[in-house]
């Protein structure tokens, strides 16, 4: 019975530790995703297209004129007819440098 009693304790314990860390990775995720409000509808279309930590990049950090040089960029084929994604548009302008997600669900960080 004192087994019982543990095993069930245990099974508990486990079901409410996976529950927290479930939570605190949507938290996470949520807390991750770039604020884009601010920008205009061509903009957010564009950003929505874009992976975390380059939606970060182009939503908070690009000035204008680099987002709209992004755009342009993912809208016209490169010299070998190829078309450029707009993750591909995004590192481009940021002078090649792939942006990649922080741990802490902030700014990205550059590699």
């Given at each position: 019975?004192?087994?019982?009693?543990?095993?069930?304790?245990?099974?508990?314990?486990?079901?409410?530790?996976?529950?927290?860390?479930?939570?605190?990775?949507?938290?996470?995720?949520?807390?991750?995703?770039?604020?884009?409000?601010?920008?205009?509808?061509?903009?957010?279309?564009?950003?929505?297209?874009?992976?975390?930590?380059?939606?970060?990049?182009?939503?908070?950090?690009?000035?204008?004129?680099?987002?709209?040089?992004?755009?342009?960029?993912?809208a016209t084929p490169d010299m070998n007819g190829n078309n450029v994604t707009p993750d591909q548009a995004v590192t481009?302008?940021?002078?090649?440098?792939?942006?990649?997600?922080?741990?802490?669900?902030?700014?990205?960080?550059?590699?």
């Amino acid at each position: 019975m004192k087994k019982q009693k543990w095993m069930i304790t245990l099974a508990l314990g486990m079901i409410a530790s996976f529950s927290t860390v479930a939570q605190a990775d949507q938290m996470s995720s949520s807390n991750s995703q770039a604020d884009c409000s601010a920008l205009t509808s061509a903009e957010q279309d564009f950003a929505s297209k874009l992976n975390p930590a380059n939606q970060q990049l182009f939503c908070g950090k690009f000035a204008a004129a680099q987002r709209a040089q992004a755009m342009q960029m993912a809208a016209t084929p490169d010299m070998n007819g190829n078309n450029v994604t707009p993750d591909q548009a995004v590192t481009s302008v940021n002078g090649g440098v792939q942006a990649i997600p922080s741990s802490s669900g902030g700014c990205p960080v550059t590699k």
